[in-house]
């Protein structure tokens, strides 16, 4: 018996000795034919939302015919958000018109589905609300994390790129180049349904990019395009595409047009055809002298750094935007990251991997092999300084990372909610078999945070081991050596290790190589 079905039995015995001690009362004074109607028994949300405190998560009750929502389709609905600490418009409890699809691609074959989420004012009319303190817009996504044992992989690795890299120019939130979110409690038409994470969308509205214009005549003038990695194909590798393909859909070679998607045409896509020309076809020397012209280097070498530090699978431009702010003005195309569930020692499908990144899964994209192999404008080295630095700043360090997992965790056990997500979903049909989840959500946590780590090593102590410039692997092993115990032992990443450990250490204010012993 669960919390919501004891609470209902000791409301609904409340009530009917209430009721009955009214009844026979009124027997000794006159008869009556009267029939006492029913008493509405309150929903699981009522009953939860009588005891949240201030540890609980948000929660958010979608009251919808769920049975017709389907991913095309949208479906109206309303969304009752209760929010202890008043972050949306200053309220505690407060409701939404909405309407409301699943979204997801190989996740909507789990009975925990995601959601994409709208807003509408009175007149069914798109409504931008700031949702958490997040920002104003009117489309937002409750993500299930369905496949994720942790159900924090993709929020996580958002905060980490968010902590990393930005806009490389001014836009009207932060300059931020991904998702904000939280995690919150859903209950379906008053039922509990398990742990989500709501957050933003990456859309036009956060990257900046210039809306198209349409004059008296209906003529189109696109200013600014985003596309999306749909898939593996030679044009999401950059490598080359098919020209015969149609312009006149939303998706075009394996990309599709996000924005504008209301006009896919030669126009929305020539953009996307002249960069994949430049990464595929360009000679040397042309794509090193006119790089600056095509892309913002600083993120690519974010992002190179991000999927080896994170172990990302999934985003060899597949799950990843490209976009540019407005074709009329320059033609520099800007990464943002997508989806990122598929990192960190987790699968697509809930199972694991043990191998530590490497530049095999990112090379294959044909831009960053050109970057790397024909080390443009010192990008090799460029990286490696980026990796060490953020190592330094702890956005990139084990304990910088464990720090995030262990808060992530412990909000989410202190609220009770990992219990309830785990009594409502262990073991759910999965494409490989159940979905198994750890009744301790710890357990789960030390295994990424142990992946992490490993996965630190190997780029410290291998890929960029002969990489970098004096000046970073100085500033690394200086922040090594601050404090260090006598007698005990630090990688250049400030890590503890032990006498097994091969490599560089710091013991006793000085640096050695070790060999295991």
Not at 65 to 77: L, R
Not at 168 to 182: F, I, S
Not at 230 to 235: I, L, R
Not at 419 to 430: M, Q, V
Request: with cysteine; glycine share 6%.
């Amino acid at each position: 018996m669960n919390i919501f079905t004891q609470t209902l039995r000791v409301v609904c015995f409340s009530t009917f000795a209430f009721i009955a001690t009214i009844t026979s009362a009124q027997t000794h004074v006159e008869t009556t034919d009267e029939v006492v109607p029913d008493v509405p028994q309150p929903t699981e949300f009522e009953i939860f939302r009588a005891q949240l405190s201030e540890q609980s998560l948000p929660i958010l009750n979608l009251t919808v015919d769920i049975d017709k929502v389907t991913k095309p389709e949208y479906s109206n609905a309303t969304l009752r958000v209760v929010d202890l600490q008043k972050r949306t418009l200053g309220e505690e409890d407060i409701t939404f018109n909405c309407k409301v699809k699943y979204r997801g691609s190989s996740a909507l074959c789990y009975d925990k589905k995601s959601f994409a989420v709208k807003l509408l004012n009175e007149k069914g009319k798109s409504l931008d609300v700031k949702m958490f303190d997040i920002r104003k817009d009117d489309a937002w996504i409750l993500d299930a994390m369905a496949v994720d044992l942790l159900r924090m992989r993709n929020r996580i690795n958002f905060d980490i790129w968010n902590d990393m890299s930005t806009t490389p120019y001014v836009t009207d939130y932060e300059n931020r180049n991904g998702t904000k979110g939280l995690h919150v409690e859903l209950f379906i038409n008053g039922k509990y349904h398990g742990l989500y994470c709501f957050s933003d969308k990456v859309n036009r509205k956060l990257l900046g990019i210039k809306k198209s214009k349409v004059s008296d005549d209906e003529t189109v003038t696109i200013n600014g395009v985003m596309y999306k990695g749909d898939g593996w194909y030679d044009a999401t590798y950059l490598k080359g595409y098919d020209n015969a393909a149609r312009t006149d859909t939303v998706v075009w070679n394996g990309w599709e047009l996000d924005y504008p998607d209301d006009y896919p045409s030669e126009m929305a896509y020539a953009p996307l055809k002249a960069f994949i020309d430049f990464c595929a076809k360009s000679t040397d020397d042309a794509f090193i002298s006119a790089l600056d012209d095509h892309v913002y280097l600083q993120n690519l070498i974010d992002y190179h750094v991000f999927i080896l530090a994170t172990g990302l699978l999934d985003n060899t431009m597949k799950n990843s935007f490209l976009s540019i702010v407005n074709i009329n003005d320059e033609q520099r195309v800007m990464v943002t990251p997508w989806d990122l569930d598929c990192a960190l020692g987790g699968f697509w499908d809930g199972t694991y991997y043990e191998e530590v990144s490497t530049n095999n899964t990112l090379l294959q994209v044909k831009l960053f092999e050109r970057l790397w192999n024909l080390n443009v404008n010192d990008y090799r080295n460029r990286v490696t300084d980026r990796w060490r630095e953020l190592c330094r700043e702890n956005v990139l360090s084990a304990p910088g990372f464990n720090s995030r997992v262990d808060d992530f965790v412990q909000r989410i056990t202190q609220a009770g909610a990992w219990k309830r997500e785990h009594d409502r979903w262990n073991d759910s049909p999965g494409q490989r078999g159940p979905l198994h989840l750890h009744t301790n959500l710890e357990e789960e946590a030390l295994y990424v945070k142990n992946w992490f780590s490993k996965n630190c090593q190997y780029l410290n102590d291998e890929l960029f081991a002969n990489l970098g410039t004096p000046a970073s692997i100085k500033n690394m092993t200086d922040a090594a050596q601050h404090n260090t115990p006598s007698g005990q032992r630090y990688n250049l990443m400030g890590q503890k290790v032990d006498h097994t450990y091969k490599g560089i250490v710091v013991t006793k204010g000085g640096k050695r190589l070790q060999r295991a012993f």
